[in-house]
């Protein structure tokens, strides 16, 4: 579905009212969408698509993802997580999974950043150059 610029202006001020003290409140979000879908305005469908894409945008930006070929300490869990909290702010939410296929060292992917400092990125950088 094609979105016109009006539709998506209106998606972007509907996404900026839903912010409270900074952070996205789900109450808002949620009277927001049923007013619109209340009101029935002309292209509220594209206007609601292009909300919910904004909404999914800023939820991934807001989630971080790190993987470990082993599994993290405490210590090591919490300088990772107080170094994401400076870089990207707090409000962050934070998963540990462990993937044995990096071999060693860390992928930490918050939204579409990607920190991959693991060995098997290095290895196959290595492989290419030959």
């Known amino acids: 579905m094609k979105i016109s610029k009006l539709a998506r202006?209106?998606?972007k001020l509907l996404f900026r009212a839903c912010f409270a003290d900074g952070s996205l409140d789900e109450g808002r979000v949620r009277s927001a969408v049923s007013q619109v879908l209340t009101a029935r305005p002309r292209g509220?469908?594209?206007?609601?698509?292009?909300f919910q894409r904004l909404l999914k945008l800023y939820l991934q930006r807001r989630a971080a993802?790190?993987?470990?070929a082993i599994a993290l300490g405490g210590d090591q869990q919490s300088a990772v997580q107080s170094t994401l909290t400076r870089l990207y702010g707090p409000g962050l939410?934070?998963?540990?999974?462990?993937?044995?296929?990096?071999?060693?060292?860390?992928?930490?992917q918050v939204g579409s950043d990607v920190f991959d400092g693991s060995i098997r990125t290095r290895l196959?950088?290595?492989?290419a150059r030959f």
Do not use: K, Q
């Open 44 to 50: 509220y469908l594209a206007v609601l698509s292009h």
């Open 124 to 127: 196959r950088e290595l492989e």
């Open 93 to 108: 939410s934070r998963s540990f999974t462990v993937n044995p296929a990096l071999i060693g060292g860390l992928r930490v």
């Open 9 to 11: 202006r209106e998606a």
């Open 65 to 68: 993802r790190v993987e470990s």
